[in-house]
Structure formats: structure tokens, C-alpha cells
């Protein structure tokens, strides 16, 4: 059976999305995106350009203007319900994470685990 499309979502899609949680464009995204991770994640132009355009067809989000060839768009709140369901499902990995290596691994302080 194929997945669900944007059931989970991949860490450059993630970050697209929290960009869009303001209005901005594809050259804004393609900066704020290494900007916000500390270089740890990057989206090339072909990928970017992709992904807004799914995201457009999936209503996730919206074009909010356009000047010449640079558009501009925004979270919808499909997009915004999306995203926070990735965070509740990547936080819930962190919580297992937690729960099943805390008390295994040293921590510096030796009183809270991670």
C-alpha cells in the first residue's frame, strides 16, 4: 500500500513549512532554512520549488503574491495542523528515546537524564 503523502514529513519539508508560518518567498526559505538549523539542514532550489508546489496543490499553503517572478506564500491552517502534527510525532519519538536509553546513558550533571 503507498504511503499517505505528507503523513510524515522529511526534515526539509518541516522546516519549509515552519518558514511559511510568515510570508515569505523561495529565496527567503532557501536562506532561513540553513539560518534557523545552524547550517545542519539545507534545501536546494529544484527541491524548494517542488515542495511549494505540492504544498500549494495540498492546501497546506497558499500564494500570496506575486512581483514578477518571485512569489510569495504563507501557512494555511491545514499547513499549520500538519506541521504541528509532525512536531507532537517527532516529539513522541524523543519522549521514547528518553524513557528507554535516559537512565542508560551518563549524563554531566547525574541527576536528569538527557
Not at 514578477?68 to 513522541?92: K, N
Amino acid at each position: 500500500m503507498p504511503r499517505e503523502k505528507f503523513k510524515t514529513l522529511t526534515e526539509q519539508m518541516f522546516y519549509v513549512l515552519l518558514c511559511l508560518r510568515e510570508e515569505c518567498c523561495g529565496m527567503d526559505i532557501l536562506d532561513r532554512v540553513p539560518a534557523m538549523t545552524g547550517g545542519r539542514v539545507t534545501v536546494g532550489s529544484g527541491t524548494l520549488y517542488n515542495l511549494l508546489e505540492q504544498f500549494v496543490e495540498a492546501d497546506m499553503i497558499r500564494e500570496t503574491r506575486v512581483e514578477g517572478r518571485r512569489r510569495s506564500y504563507l501557512l494555511t491552517p491545514l499547513g499549520a495542523q500538519r506541521l504541528r502534527q509532525e512536531f507532537e510525532r517527532l516529539t513522541a519519538q524523543a519522549e521514547d528515546y528518553r524513557r528507554i536509553f535516559g537512565k542508560e546513558e551518563p549524563h554531566e550533571n547525574h541527576e536528569t537524564p538527557l
